[in-house]
């Protein structure tokens, strides 16, 4: 029960984590672009940029052929972009594809050390309004910021476990340490009541 506590304890910072970085947005450091293929094997032309517990790819909704001739075949796969820095970021995963009537579809990630949670943003085809999923948009000042609610569990359940330990170590360091000044004091090691040299606590009864 209690490790279900602390895992629960480890989803929820998680959770936090992901929502402070999107609210901070960090400037992205590393970049491309790439050709991406859809599990229904549809190939899009896609850029990406990457930051401190941060990651954004953004498909273009119209799979690859007429890119085929804007887009030389041999930059398909690794595009430097160069205002991010042109680093190789790698092979993207857990992104949204682009619907039928969408002219691009951006998912962003966020978390730390690995990413947690992700939000979903469409622009649809021939302009409109544009649509966000999986996630909650707040005001930021003049800026709507996206906070994440889709899950990631791969890097949600590292996240959380990372957390949980974090907290476990820190309150053994705690505990240990209070038991040692308590020991100091010649104080009862449970409740801290002063009981000197009795040998069961008058406090709590323990030895």
Known sequence: MRGLCLLGAGVVAALAVAWTLAFVQMKPTDGESMLLKSP????????????????????????????????????????????AGGTRIGRPA???????????????????????FAARTDKPAGGGTTTTSYGIEIKKGTEVVLLPLMPLWLGLV??????????????????SVRRMVRSRR????????????IAVCPECGAA
């Open 158 to 175: 590292a996240d959380a476990v990372a957390f949980a330990g974090v907290a476990v170590v820190m309150g053994a360091g705690f505990w």
């Open 94 to 116: 857990n992104v949204f594809w682009p619907g039928p009537d969408s002219e691009s579809t951006r998912t962003d990630q966020w978390g730390w050390p690995l990413r947690a």
């Open 40 to 83: 229904e094997g549809l190939q899009y032309f896609a850029t990406g940029t990457k930051g401190f517990g941060h990651e954004s790819w953004v498909a273009n909704g119209v799979p690859l052929g007429s890119f085929a001739v804007a887009v030389p075949q041999a930059t398909w796969t690794n595009v430097p972009l160069g205002a």
């Open 186 to 197: 010649r104080c009862c090691l449970s409740c801290g009541y002063d009981k000197k040299d």
